[in-house]
Nanobody
């Protein structure tokens, strides 16, 4: 059973910083692309960043230059450093990843997995 667990959410003042961590556990063959999303109340879930297994990154325009994603393949972890926080960054932040597992016939099968989310609140 593959699990993604986020940590590091909390409260910050505008202009401050927070760091999020997501750790993957369970039985799997490979972790491919990893993603950070967020969802504010009443809003659709928004893709913030993508990082490939090799470390190539991309960002949404709303966070580019302020948020930085990284990963440690050995630790099965992905990180999100959030700087220059704004009140509009308040949301639940989710980790997401493309993960290959062995199916019941011992064949590799890639699927997409979500963490449970961690709340970030930024006050002005």
């Amino acid at each position: 059973q593959v699990r993604l667990v986020e940590s590091g959410g909390g409260s910050a003042q505008a202009g401050g910083s927070l760091s999020l961590t997501c750790v993957v556990s369970g039985s799997f063959v490979n972790i491919g692309h990893m993603f950070w999303y967020r969802q504010a109340p009443g809003m659709e879930r928004e893709l913030l960043s993508t990082i490939t297994r090799g470390g190539s990154t991309s960002y949404s325009g709303s966070v580019k230059g302020r948020f930085f994603v990284s990963r440690d393949n050995a630790k099965k972890s992905v990180y999100l450093r959030m700087n220059s926080l704004k009140p509009e960054d308040t949301a639940v932040y989710y980790c997401n990843a493309d993960i290959t597992v062995m199916d019941q016939w011992s064949r590799p099968s890639e699927d997409n997995y979500w963490g449970q989310g961690t709340q970030v609140i930024v006050s002005s």
